[in-house]
T-cell receptor, first 114, second 112 residues
Framework: EAEVAQSPRYKITEKSQAVAFWCDPISGHATLYWYRQILGQGPELLVQFQDESVVDDSQLPKDRFSAERLKGVDSTLKIQPAELGDSAMYLC????????????FGPGTRLTVL | GQNIDQPTEMTATEGAIVQINCTYQTSGFNGLFWYQQHAGEAPTFLSYNVLDGLEEKGRFSSFLSRSKGYSYLLLKELQMKDSASYLCAVRSHAGNNRKLIWGLGTSLAVNP
């Protein structure tokens, strides 16, 4: 069964350092989502791509966060510089047709900022 | 505004039945999803309702009433492995913008 791949699974960094997360969606899925989830809360959408284009990045803290999906397949989310409040689970999801069709999640990256 | 409410925590006994409620207020409703999330793991898709009524899938069923802005997830014959957070998410659209609005999740503890 096809799955969304993410790496790394865990990341520990010090504040002010740069971190990057990678996501490879299910093959053929045009829409890719990056979420941040704080313990005990629901996922918060950071950015949504349709192929290589950004559809929604209204909640992305653009002063420190950036995301790209250059060839419309895999994607990278970067934080520079990391802050203590960035400690969270970063989830990548993909869906076949976009527009909030059923989303399938990767295993996530647990980020701890010290 | 857009809002989804679900209980924060629930407790049930192994073998029993539990109902997790979700109420929502969103613009342009276009479907409701339930996801299961075990601690430290990613959400996994459970069910999708777009029309009123009950959708049954094994031990899990999901119900929707669009007029009441209400859904529930029913879990039967509870097992210890059902201890998890259950997330309600509503597909909303305003103009050309379609997105999922997520609830905070209900943490279910199944006791022996």
């Amino acid at each position: 069964e096809a799955e969304v791949a993410q790496s790394p699974r865990y990341k520990i960094t010090e504040k002010s350092q740069a971190v990057a997360f990678w996501c490879d969606p299910i093959s053929g899925h045009a829409t890719l989502y990056w979420y941040r989830q704080i313990l005990g809360q629901g996922p918060e959408l950071l950015v949504q791509f349709q192929d290589e284009s950004v559809v929604d990045d209204s909640q992305l803290p653009k002063d420190r966060f950036s995301a790209e999906r250059l060839k419309g397949v895999d994607s990278t989310l970067k934080i520079q510089p990391a802050e203590l409040g960035d400690s969270a689970m970063y989830l990548c999801a993909s869906s076949p047709a976009g527009g909030a069709d059923t989303q399938y999640f990767g295993p996530g990256t647990r980020l701890t900022v010290l | 505004g857009q809002n989804i409410d679900q209980p924060t925590e629930m407790t049930a006994t192994e073998g029993a039945i539990v109902q997790i409620n979700c109420t929502y207020q969103t613009s342009g409703f276009n479907g409701l999803f339930w996801y299961q999330q075990h601690a430290g793991e990613a959400p996994t898709f459970l069910s999708y309702n777009v029309l009123d009524g009950l959708e049954e899938k094994g031990r899990f069923s999901s119900f929707l009433s669009r007029s009441k802005g209400y859904s529930y997830l029913l879990l039967k014959e509870l097992q210890m492995k059902d201890s998890a957070s259950y997330l309600c998410a509503v597909r909303s659209h305003a103009g050309n913008n379609r997105k999922l609005i997520w609830g905070l999740g209900t943490s279910l503890a199944v006791n022996p």
